[in-house]
């Protein structure tokens, strides 16, 4: 019977507790900057739109024209090739090398970034990526102080 009349209990619907929500209210005007406004803003902001007049819509529009010769430009550019260039400093199979060469490169050269790839079956560090010849040969020069074999890599990039 007890059994009985806990298993009633326990299915009976809940009540909510009926109580007030009081809306949490905190004047923080004090702590906020202190702007100027200048007369010249305060007699734009009092513009209505009526004395601004009615709307008139843009009768040079060139975004349909312009959206044309862009596309046609990059249709155009598709196929075009650039070049780039890169320092490979270090070429093998050795993880452990290559991790170790590219330690090295941020000791000599800590603004550039070298690149550690692994293309199967050796890896490579590559420092930089360079627009300009001239460029990528300075760096070129400071890396081969600390690595003789550094040789530069040109490699042909399609535009996007």
Do not use: W
């Not at 007890?2 to 009633?8: A, D, E, H, Q, S």
């Not at 060139?62 to 990059?74: A, K, L």
Request: hydrophobic residues 35%; charged residues 25%; contains cysteine.
């Amino acid at each position: 019977m007890f059994l009985i009349l806990v298993y009633v209990a326990g299915c009976s619907p809940k009540l909510a507790t009926k109580g007030t929500v009081v809306d949490y209210t905190e004047d923080v005007s004090a702590f906020r900057p202190k702007v100027e406004v200048s007369t010249s803003e305060t007699v734009e902001q009092n513009i209505t739109v009526s004395e601004k007049g009615p709307y008139i819509a843009p009768t040079h529009d060139i975004n349909r024209e312009m959206s044309t010769i862009m596309d046609s430009i990059i249709v155009h550019n598709k196929d075009k090739v650039y070049l780039t260039y890169t320092i490979q400093v270090y070429i093998g199979r050795s993880r452990e090398e290559a991790n170790q060469t590219r330690e090295k490169v941020y000791r000599v050269l800590p603004e550039e970034k070298p690149m550690l790839t692994y293309k199967q079956p050796s890896y490579k560090v590559n420092v930089g990526k360079f627009i300009d010849r001239i460029e990528a040969y300075k760096t070129l020069t400071t890396l081969r102080k600390t690595f003789p074999g550094a040789t530069m890599v040109e490699e042909r990039n399609y535009m996007d």
